[in-house]
């Protein structure tokens, strides 16, 4: 079978890909820094895990040997990260994007599966924002995530296909959690604190379940090459306003957690002003790709998890959180 190597593969996504990957048959190298740890990693024959820095293009070429695929993860993820050190997030999130772009394709994979972020829209009015829709970049991380993006198409060939994904808010549960994303943040305060603080509230933002994703990552390796390349696609689901998905996250847990009603909402300004209605209509029409999990699902995940005692201390472990964890390393 295709041997597939994820960038970032040990983190929030990847410990919900990687098993998806291995069901489906693939052979799979994880190449990730491993700032947090390998742990929500499975034990499998067909796995190959490699400590390894995507900056360092010698290392990354090397763990291409037969690797048919790239879906490329690896950053500093989210717009708080860069609030860190704006030599690093350049460095990682682009100056070595076309170099790893290069190895690959030169290494003889055949397709290379760059995922982006709808935050590359920052802000917008328009009722639908599709993939041609300008991209108002408000952070570095945003910014970084569409510059790359051209830079990819431009190795576009016929052996070797390009396809850009932009991903809108990940949620729900993963092996390796992460508590700073919008609906996992509100379930968490929700359920352990019994308080939801909203920051703005008016902000338009869409979310995709982290299953939704990751199985369209799989999809995306066996769509034929006619109908993918060179394409960018929008990958989201359900689109509310910050303060419209807090209701909905306190009536979920209200639910699931009776004895913490009522919980109580309150609302502060923010200064992240990103807001978009994306679209998701193109990849709907074009490959037939619709998510099947709703943020109800993602909630009720959660909820499940903290009932088992999945996670201890999520109020105060830093591990949770990318950009704490990013500060606490001195990551250089």
């Keep these: 079978m295709k041997k597939v190597l994820v960038t970032g593969g040990a983190g929030y996504k990847g410990c919900v890909l990687v098993p998806k990957l291995l069901d489906a048959g693939y052979e799979v190298v994880v190449y990730d820094l491993m700032l947090f740890g390998s742990d929500g990693l499975p034990q499998h024959p067909k796995l190959t895990v490699i400590k390894g820095d995507i900056r360092d293009i010698p290392a990354y070429a090397a763990a291409l040997k037969g690797v048919h695929s790239v ?119 929700a359920v352990n604190k019994g308080l939801i603080t909203v920051f703005g509230g008016a902000q338009k933002r869409p979310n995709i379940h982290v299953d939704d994703v990751t199985e369209l990552y799989v999809k995306m390796l066996e769509y034929p090459d006619a109908l993918v390349a060179g394409e960018t696609f929008n990958v989201g689901y359900e689109n509310f306003t910050v303060s419209a998905l807090a209701d909905f996250v306190k009536k979920v847990v209200e639910e699931e957690f009776p004895e913490k009603a009522p919980i109580q909402i309150t609302t502060t300004p923010s200064n992240d002003n990103r807001s978009y209605h994306v679209s998701s209509k193109k990849i709907w029409q074009k490959l037939g790709w619709k998510p099947r999990f709703t943020i109800e699902d993602a909630v009720r995940g959660l909820c499940a998890a903290f009932k088992d005692g999945r996670f201890k201390n999520t109020m105060s472990d830093e591990s949770f959180v990318n950009v704490k964890v990013v500060k606490k390393l001195g990551l250089k």
Aim: charge should be negative; include cysteine; charged fraction near 20%.
């Design 71 to 189: 879906i490329h993860m690896a950053c500093i993820s989210n717009d708080p990260s860069f609030e860190l050190d704006e030599a690093l997030s350049r460095t990682i999130n682009y100056d070595c994007f076309e170099p790893m772009v290069i190895a690959s394709k030169k290494a003889g994979v055949r397709r290379f599966i760059y995922i982006s972020s709808s935050s590359v829209y920052g802000v917008s009015d328009a009722p639908e924002v599709t993939e041609d829709h300008p991209l108002v970049p408000l952070t570095l991380y945003n910014k970084y995530k569409g510059m790359c993006e051209p830079l990819l198409f431009k190795h576009q060939a016929p052996d070797f296909v390009c396809i850009t994904l932009r991903p809108a808010t990940v949620c729900g549960y993963s092996p390796r959690m992460r508590f700073d994303l919008t609906i996992n943040i509100l379930t968490n305060h």
